[in-house]
Each structure stands twice: as structure tokens, then as C-alpha cells.
């Protein structure tokens, strides 16, 4: 295979998983950035290994800088899923010390005791006992 085709194959690798990346961060209002994921790094990283001039293969460094690369990505993917577990760990703690508590809105139009707490993706949010709701990413005043 002549470097030229191997070159565009990898540019398409990169620009479908790009794509793919785009797309589903765009209909995800949980993800923050337009990043290539850990299986898409291992894509790319599949990709040029098949597309590689046999005749001159790749050099043994960039091999090992590679493969330790990977091994990173690996290692911040499982970071942020166990940072992940702790913040919900952290908020529902937070939630339970709530209940029962006497707070009011930070603009002052809602206070009363809480009678549960609802922690989502988009922050947690006080049920209070006359029915009022209060969010808790906003800030509120505990008496």
C-alpha cells in the first residue's frame, strides 16, 4: 500500500470518528467537549497500524510512545468514572442532610421545610413541604 492511501485512510478513520464524536456531543447535553473517546483513540491507533507500509514499518519508539499513550487514556477514563461515582456519592449525602431543613431561595420567593431532594444531572433540586421546589445549583439560604 503506498503511503498516500494509507495517509487518506487514516484521514478518513479520523475525520469519520471526528464526526461521529461531533454528532453524538452535539445531541448529548451532557458532554462538555468535542473529543475523540477512548475506543475511538484505539480505532485510530488500529487503523494505522493496518495501514502501515510494511516495507517501512513504524518506528519502535513512536510503537512504545503510542502504546503508553493509550495506557493514559485508559487510566483518565477510569479516573473520571470513579470522579464521577464520588460526586453522586458527595450529592446524595448533601441531599440527605437537607431534608427536614428550613431554607429559602436565594431571589426569596420560596421557603419552607424540605421534604425531599432530587439529585439529576442538572443539579439537585429541594421539594419543599408547601410544594415549592427550589434549586440547589442556584444557591439557597438553610436556617
Known sequence: MSTTSAVNAITSAVNSQAAS???????????ATNS??????????MTELQHQDPTQPMDP??????????????????????????????????????????????DGKSSGTVTSVNVSSSGATATLSN?????????????
Not at 21 to 31: E, G
Open 61 to 106: 519508539t513512536q510503537m512504545v510512545t503510542q502504546l503508553a499513550t493509550v495506557s493514559q487514556v485508559g487510566q483518565a477514563v477510569q479516573t473520571n468514572k470513579n470522579l464521577s461515582q464520588m460526586l453522586i456519592s458527595n450529592s446524595l449525602a448533601q441531599a440527605e442532610i437537607m431534608v427536614g431543613q428550613t431554607i429559602t431561595s436565594t
Open 21 to 31: 464524536a461531533t454528532s453524538a456531543s452535539s445531541t448529548s447535553a451532557a458532554s
Open 131 to 143: 410544594g415549592d421546589t427550589v434549586p440547589l445549583s442556584t444557591g439557597a439560604t438553610v436556617q
Open 36 to 45: 475523540l473517546s477512548y475506543d475511538d483513540f484505539l480505532t485510530l491507533l
